[in-house]
């Protein structure tokens, strides 16, 4: 468009055009030109400003998604390090209980194997303060009788729920 209007304007300095009718067409023509020009000069504005508006925000967005992906892989380095050290502990303490339950009677361990599986994993529960952890229900003052006059020998197991009492210092007895 600038070579046109340039042409033109060449055209009409160089008194090519003679007529008038051919002259006033050309200065139209070049009016013309110059104001489109000036339309799509400022529309190239328009677009280079949403441009650098539009790049400014992907630069902002990029730097915030940089952030949660930083804290994302911070978070999942300290899941996977927490996750090992309960992995670690869970094998010390399944080495731990091999060696206590090899010192329990054969049929007791029997016994709180099958209760541990129907009470979700829990077969005893401390008695603290005359109270049942497992169920945690208070136990009668026949049942606190019961286990005061119970031998230590003895296995003892709470009424309400079925699971091994094991009775402490704490047991409030």
Do not use: F, H, W
């Not at 925000?57 to 892989?73: G, I, M, Y």
């Not at 209760?115 to 945690?136: F, I, P």
């Not at 606190?144 to 091994?164: F, G, M, Y």
Request: net charge negative.
């Amino acid at each position: 468009m600038r070579q046109r209007a340039a042409r033109d304007q060449q055209r009409l300095d160089s008194g090519a055009v003679t007529s008038p009718k051919d002259l006033e067409s050309l200065q139209r023509e070049i009016t013309s030109l110059a104001k489109r020009q000036g339309d799509l000069e400022d529309v190239v504005l328009e677009v280079m400003e949403r441009r650098e508006s539009a790049q400014e925000r992907v630069t902002e967005l990029s730097d915030r998604v940089s952030a949660v992906q930083a804290k994302a892989d911070d978070a999942t380095a300290r899941r996977d390090a927490a996750t090992k050290e309960l992995d670690e502990q869970a094998a010390t303490v399944t080495k731990e209980r091999e060696v206590v339950a090899g010192s329990v009677p054969a049929d007791l361990m029997k016994l709180y194997d099958r209760l541990r599986a129907q009470q979700g994993g829990v077969g005893a529960a401390r008695l603290y303060q005359r109270r049942c952890e497992g169920c945690r229900l208070e136990l009668n003052i026949t049942e606190v009788n019961d286990v005061k006059a119970a031998s230590p020998d003895t296995v003892l197991r709470c009424e309400n729920c079925q699971r091994i009492l094991v009775r402490t210092s704490e047991s409030g007895l």
